[in-house]
């Protein structure tokens, strides 16, 4: 027996059953090429029309001004920013998984990478939609460009952290869009070759740039990818970062504290793995691949949850000791009459993020938890409800008691067409994830070849014959 | 451009694909290229590809964004117009960082995937000749170009031995952009082995 083995003996199988190369592209362009199911259809018009009720309160918003939301002198972001926070904070996991991963050279994102990386590109469109609308007079949202205008030239100011975050999330849409696209540029290729309709064969042909799949080509989009990599990994660390500088530069009590950017990039990644989870696991039940979507991914990706949501943990403790630690007595403020108070206006957000965030995924200690689905589901949006709290403790608890009792306002609260924006966002979201998942192959399917040799659980057997031959043997037949 | 005529050989398998890229390479004929569905490692070395040069074309686009971005900064706030802001110094350098290195990601990623593009010749409604419609599902197909001294036969009779499932000749125009193979691709009798 050989010292190579091609497959490990003691890691799980990342593809389940007995597959070839072809059962791959049949299994994974399958609900491509078939008509969508009924639950298809009635969850893409119920997200259509989340997406229309959201359009109409952006239209109240812009046509009669932002005082069609709750925010007052003093929470002057409320919903909004939370919500851009948010959403920002979930599409970390894609790119996390896409690029992160794929330096650690950890395969088992070869199956989820697909799908997570373009949840990315749509959280970062809904969050993106928060800041433009927040503008009010949206029309002169071009200000924030910089370019020789005839104001002046009045240039926008670089040393602002806002600025920062124009040029940080524009980069990250940017760059993980091309990251995504070209992956998908083979498969798209591979759809195209098995194309039965000419209208299918022509729309993909467009979209596969005419892909031929050259070893050159390969070996030029294999060192793309790394590169990309390797720009995507500071990349996604720097975003969250810079929207942590957008409180951390601050001098407000609760924002003006240096541990925000570690502490929002540890919890970007929670969230978005959490919603990773949430769409994975009813994707790969309506489109029926199990098979490449295994219990070991789901595993996988519960220990990050878990991790995560301690360092996240960990960070408020922090926060907490150090309020107490400085004797600062307006951070103390507001960390323990604002905060951690029952008593106070937000106590109840304050107490469900630390229930949500820390608490509740401590479950996933327990092999048995993490491999159980329903509890992997319900957790996934216990989480997000979770990471909502967070930047809704932040953001209001920190600024509806100001330095000015004059100004402190009521109990803040949205309007409804704040609440309609932030459930628009959910339309958006959901119409083009369902859109994703009809026309786009939700798994990488050259990835997936590239590894079931080596991670497919029927090759465990196949392999044996060639593993019997010597190591020089082996050498012998394949150097050059 | 002319039309060529080339031996299209299709392997089921990489592990019957590898020992026959380097029985083809001493029998001394030309590989045109090998189309497979996924990324083959090791293959380009195989059949005798240099490395890519594209990370180093990402090098000098990355470096290319950092000196636009801190050059563009440093000018807007130093020289063109210079405002005061809070008393704080016309040349912030750490507050130049963060949108620096965006920038610098920025072009990199922009201008290696367009030139990706460009050397692949990729774009849309960009038509090329396929050899085999399989090759982006579960095909290795290995393509041999005819010269003047090939024996179409012997070459045919020569693929199937190595393992080849599938051997047939087609005329195709294969480089209509620019030539890339025509100048990457090195009898393996003329060079020296990679490894």
Redesign the interface.
């Given at each position: 027996m050989s010292l190579l083995r091609y497959e490990s003996q003691l890691r799980e199988p990342l593809i389940d059953g007995d597959k070839?190369?072809?059962d791959v592209?049949e299994d994974i362009c399958r609900p491509i090429e078939a008509k969508p199911g009924k639950l298809w259809y009635v969850g893409f018009y119920i997200s259509v029309a989340l997406l229309l009720f959201g359009i109409y309160s952006v239209y109240r918003e812009v046509a009669y001004g932002i005082g069609q939301w709750n925010v007052n002198h003093t929470v002057g972001w409320g919903w909004d920013i939370t919500n851009f926070v948010w959403w920002i904070g979930i599409g970390h996991a894609g790119t996390l998984i896409s690029a992160i991963l794929l330096l650690f050279r950890q395969t088992w994102r070869n199956g989820v990478n697909r799908a997570a990386e373009a949840m990315t590109i749509f959280a970062v469109m809904c969050a993106g939609q928060f800041p433009i609308w927040h503008m009010g007079r949206v029309w002169n949202g071009f200000f924030v460009l910089?370019y020789p205008n005839t104001r002046?030239?009045?240039?926008p100011?670089?040393?602002s952290?806002l600025?920062?975050d124009v040029?940080?999330i524009?980069?990250y849409f940017?760059?993980s869009l091309?990251?995504w696209y070209?992956g998908l540029?083979?498969d798209f290729?591979?759809i195209?070759?098995?194309a039965k309709t000419k209208f299918r064969k022509f729309s993909y042909?467009?979209?596969a740039?005419?892909?031929?799949?050259?070893?050159?080509?390969?070996?030029?989009?294999?060192?793309?990818a790394?590169?990309?990599a390797g720009?995507?990994t500071?990349?996604v660390l720097?975003v969250h970062t810079?929207v942590s500088?957008d409180f951390a530069t601050s001098v407000i009590p609760g924002w003006h504290t240096t541990i925000f950017p570690p502490y929002f990039v540890a919890g970007a990644i929670f969230s978005g793995f959490a919603m990773v989870q949430t769409l994975l696991l009813i994707t790969r039940k309506i489109l029926g691949l199990q098979a490449y979507i295994t219990l070991g991914h789901i595993e996988a990706m519960n220990k990050v949850i878990v991790l995560t949501g301690s360092i996240v943990g960990c960070a408020y403790l922090t926060e907490l000791f150090i309020a107490y630690y400085s004797q600062n007595q307006y951070e103390a403020y507001a960390f323990f009459y604002t905060r951690a108070n029952f008593y106070s206006s937000y106590g109840w957000a304050y107490f469900g993020m630390m229930f949500c965030n820390v608490a509740a995924p401590q479950i996933f200690w327990f092999r048995k938890m993490r491999r159980n689905l329903w509890v992997t589901m319900f957790l996934s949006i216990i989480v997000n409800i979770g990471m909502w709290f967070e930047r809704f403790v932040i953001i209001v608890t920190s600024i509806y008691r100001d330095y000015l009792p004059s100004s402190w306002p009521y109990y803040y609260s949205p309007s409804i067409w704040e609440i309609g924006f932030y459930v628009g966002t959910f339309g958006l979201f959901f119409t083009c994830y369902f859109l994703f998942s009809k026309y786009f192959p939700v798994i990488a399917i050259?990835?997936i070849?590239?590894i079931l040799k080596v991670s497919g659980e029927s090759y465990k057997d196949k392999m044996d014959k060639?593993e019997e031959d010597t190591v020089e043997a082996f050498a012998h037949?394949?150097?050059? | 451009m002319a039309k060529k005529k080339f031996v299209v050989g299709c392997f089921d398998d990489e592990n019957v694909l590898f020992p026959a890229v380097k029985k083809v390479r001493l029998a001394g004929y030309k590989i045109h290229d090998v189309y497979t569905p996924y990324a083959v490692h090791g293959l380009d070395k195989a059949i005798g590809l240099r490395e890519t040069s594209l990370h180093t074309a990402g090098f000098i686009y990355g470096l290319s964004g950092t000196s636009i971005a801190l050059g563009g900064m440093s000018w807007v706030f130093v020289s063109d117009w210079p405002l005061n802001i809070g008393g704080k110094p016309h040349f912030p350098f750490p507050a130049f960082i963060p949108i620096t290195f965006e920038a610098t990601v920025l072009l990199s990623a922009v201008g290696m995937m367009i030139t990706f593009c460009y050397l692949c010749q990729l774009a849309p409604f960009v038509k090329k000749h396929h050899f085999h419609h399989r090759a982006t599902d579960d095909k290795f197909v290995m393509v041999i170009e005819c010269t003047s001294k090939t024996n179409v036969d012997d070459l045919k009779d020569f693929l199937s031995n190595a393992g080849a499932s599938e051997v047939n000749v087609q005329d195709a125009e294969a480089n209509w952009w620019i030539g890339t193979y025509d100048k990457e691709q090195v009898l393996l009798k003329d060079s020296k082995p990679v490894v």
């Open positions: 070839t190369y072809h592209t910089p002046g030239p009045v240039w100011n670089f040393a952290p600025m920062w040029f940080a524009s980069t940017t760059v091309l990251f070209s540029i083979p290729a591979t195209r070759d098995r042909g467009i979209v740039f005419g892909w031929t799949g050259s070893t050159k080509h390969w070996q030029r989009l294999e060192s793309l790394l590169v990309l720009l995507a500071p990349l720097s810079i500088f050259a990835e070849k590239q060639l037949a394949t150097a050059h | -």
